[in-house]
């Protein structure tokens, strides 16, 4: 039995398996959040962003990203499935009333409550921008802006071909090149062609005959060559031409010179306009299908929305449960450490680990029940050694007890009041015969009229007082009790501690058999003598 009044047991130990089990299967869960987090994330930046490494070229990558993707579905319905077994063993517990439930019940829901609202009206704002920026991607200034840009493009070219056109015509119509062409002597007709070099704009003239170049000014690159990049019989019709030579755009310009003859000009284009009209008809081929593609672009992205909606939710449900779980978890130890407390199991401790306030708490509860096991160590080691003392102060009562009851003196205590504390059975013979046979006991608290007549009562109140003063004083006294009479010697003694005055010690020591010896003697010796003066009257 402990200082509580209950049975001492062992403090429970925690079993080592099961929190290794614990352990590992947080890390589990830690370990499928962060890869989800991951695989999510990858498939983000590949449905939202053009990543090139992010795009499977090859059958080989393309299957490696439907495999990451069933691995990240089936990631997302483990996680489910773990957090509706979580959700339900709540509601379990809860409804069996399990200690620390009803504040994770309440967490869980208000962190529901309070991400619930901010994530639908992100949703929402979400979904209405998206919404408007797909309208306004397939706008009508949109394909116009396209329109345009084509247009321009398309005028750019045109101009530079008239140019070009105008240009060989002049050439062609000259009477130096009528004369070259005429005469075969194409000589002359380069001062001709010199003349126009201001209007070139960094082009070249190339005088055609029978196939074959006769003539050429600022040509980048002699006539074999240029003659694989440039239909004749195309510019021979008059429609305008494109040629590019060495990352440089040409429009060609023809102007039939003779029956034969032809003079073409090349009037170069802006630097990259190829390039760039060229991506300007790609981004206008993807416009056009995004644009057949509306709708679906659409449910993507909703799609997305929707589950990065449920990905918030689902993170806060988890962090919602995490926090309930390093809240509640100490608050319930704590709990169950006070109920082993209250039943005496000082000794029990608190394991959970738990950081700030709540950290804090938990150390003190243990340091708490550490100092209550030390005192009650301490009080029961005090309360076994004045058990002993107890014991001996018994023994050494009952011993006084023994002897005061054995011995023929009558003894007597008085408190300070002089109430009768303690009367042995040799004062009950001497002055209350009739009850001798009494318990003491019976006498314990009563006055001194209660016991002694009047007469005796007068002179043990006077040895009483005399007692106070000089501490301890005696006398003999002549005591008449049912017509007979006795001779005592009284003796009274003052208890005092620390100057204070506890009570008295009386002592009644019958003298009546001492005396009654003397005078048998007495009367003896006067016998002998009063004999002795008989036998011998003269001597």
């Known amino acids: 039995m402990n200082a509580f009044g209950s049975e001492s047991c062992e403090v429970p130990v925690r079993s080592p398996i099961r929190s290794a089990e614990n352990t590992r299967r947080k890390k589990v869960i830690v370990l499928l959040a962060i890869g989800i987090i991951l695989l999510f994330g990858i498939l983000l930046s590949q449905s939202s962003f053009d ?5 499977p070229d090859t059958n080989q990558q393309l299957l490696f990203f439907a495999a990451l993707s069933a691995l990240i579905f089936l990631l997302f319905v483990a996680l489910t499935f773990v957090l509706a077994r979580n959700l339900l063993k709540l509601f379990a517990e809860r409804r069996l009333g399990v200690l620390g439930s009803k504040f994770r019940t309440r967490l869980v829901v208000a962190g529901l409550l309070l991400s619930f609202l901010p994530v639908i009206v992100m949703f929402w704002f979400a979904y209405g921008l998206m919404n408007r920026s797909i309208d306004k991607w397939f706008s009508r200034p949109v394909e116009e802006v396209h329109a345009d840009t084509t247009a321009i493009a398309s005028l750019l070219s045109n101009y530079a071909a008239q140019n070009a056109r105008a240009e060989a015509v002049s050439i062609a119509g000259s009477p130096e090149t009528q004369h070259a062409f005429t005469g075969h002597s194409f000589s002359t007709v380069m001062s001709e062609f010199r003349r126009h070099e201001p209007t070139l704009q960094g082009g070249f003239i190339l005088a055609i005959e029978n196939g074959n170049a006769e003539a050429s000014f600022a040509a980048p690159a002699a006539w074999p060559l240029l003659k694989t990049k440039i239909p004749i019989r195309k510019l021979s019709s008059g429609a305008p031409v494109r040629m590019t030579w060495e990352q440089t755009d040409y429009m060609l310009g023809a102007a039939p010179v003779g029956e034969r003859g032809l003079i073409m000009v090349a009037m170069p284009l802006p630097q990259k306009f190829s390039e760039t009209v060229r991506q300007s008809e790609i981004s ?4 056009l299908e995004l644009s057949r593609s509306r709708k679906t672009v659409r449910r993507t992205y909703m799609g997305m929305l929707l589950l990065l909606t449920v990905m918030v939710l689902f993170a806060t449900t988890w962090l919602a449960l995490f926090l309930s779980k390093l809240v509640t978890r100490p608050v319930a130890a704590l709990a169950e450490a006070t109920q082993e ?3 005496g199991r000082l000794d029990y401790r ?19 029940a550490e100092e209550l096991e030390s005192s009650r160590l301490q009080i029961e080691a005090s309360s076994r050694e004045l ?8 023994q050494r009562s009952r011993h006084i007890e023994t002897i005061l009851e054995s011995i023929p003196t009558g003894v007597l205590s008085l408190d300070a009041s002089r109430r009768i504390t303690h009367v042995n059975r040799a004062l009950l013979r001497m002055f209350t015969p009739g ?3 009494d318990a003491p006991r019976l006498l314990i608290g009563a006055a001194l009229q209660d016991v002694f007549p009047a007469d005796v009562l007068e002179d043990l109140e006077s040895l009483l007082r005399r007692a106070d003063r000089m ?3 005696t006398t003999q006294m002549e005591i008449t009790l049912q017509r007979s009479k006795f001779n005592v010697a009284v003796t009274v003694a003052t208890l005092q501690h620390a100057g204070k005055g506890l009570g008295y010690v009386i002592v009644f020591e019958d003298l009546s058999d001492l005396l009654r010896a003397q005078k048998q003697a007495a009367w003896r010796e006067v016998a002998r003598r009063v004999a002795h003066e008989i036998k011998n009257p003269l001597t």
């Open 471 to 473: 501490g301890m004083t």
């Open 435 to 437: 009850r001798a046979g």
């Open 350 to 368: 608190v394991e959970v680990s738990a950081a700030d306030e709540i950290g804090d708490l938990v150390r003190s509860f243990n340091r708490m």
């Open 51 to 55: 990543l090139p490494f992010l795009n």
């Open 341 to 343: 407390i209250s039943r």
């Open 387 to 394: 058990s002993a003392a107890n014991m001996t102060l018994e």
């Open 284 to 287: 206008e081929k993807r416009y």
